[in-house]
């Protein structure tokens, strides 16, 4: 599967971005999706995931309740919808997919490792 990411940009602290993530190839409505970022001089951080269905989420702490991730199966799409953006918000999101996977566990979609096919990512700045 190929996944294509956009929708990033230059927003204001409080804002709000909506990015997408689509992908090619078939049976994407078994794959289980996720969202990462990474900061200039950071380590790639999980932000969100979501189950084949849309039925289950996981979350980063740091972004619970301000970001939701969704998706529609027939568009074989990925969104996140990002408000009240922060300055540490800044960095390139990064979508990714697995077939047949999931687990409500953070532990367990926090892992990079645990993702089996990577997009390009795409930028978001947020200025204060």
């Known amino acids: 599967v190929q996944l294509q990411a956009s929708g990033g940009g230059l927003v204001q602290a409080g804002g709000s971005l909506r990015l997408s993530c689509a992908a090619s190839?078939?049976?994407?409505?078994?794959?289980?999706m996720t969202w990462f970022r990474q900061a200039s001089g950071k380590e790639r951080e999980f932000v969100a995931a979501?189950?084949?269905?849309?039925?289950?989420?996981v979350y980063a702490d740091s972004v619970k309740g301000r970001f939701t991730i969704s998706r529609e199966n027939a568009k074989k799409e990925v969104y996140l919808q990002m408000n009240s953006l922060k300055p540490e918000d800044t960095a390139v999101y990064y979508c990714?997919?697995?077939?047949?996977?999931?687990?409500?566990?953070?532990?367990?979609?926090?892992?990079?490792?645990?993702?089996?096919?990577w997009g390009q990512g795409t930028q978001v700045t947020v200025s204060s």
């Open positions: 979501i189950n084949w269905s849309g039925g289950s989420t």
């Open positions: 990714a997919a697995r077939p047949n996977f999931w687990s409500s566990d953070y532990e367990s979609v926090a892992r990079g490792e645990a993702w089996s096919y």
């Open positions: 190839g078939r049976a994407f409505s078994s794959y289980a």
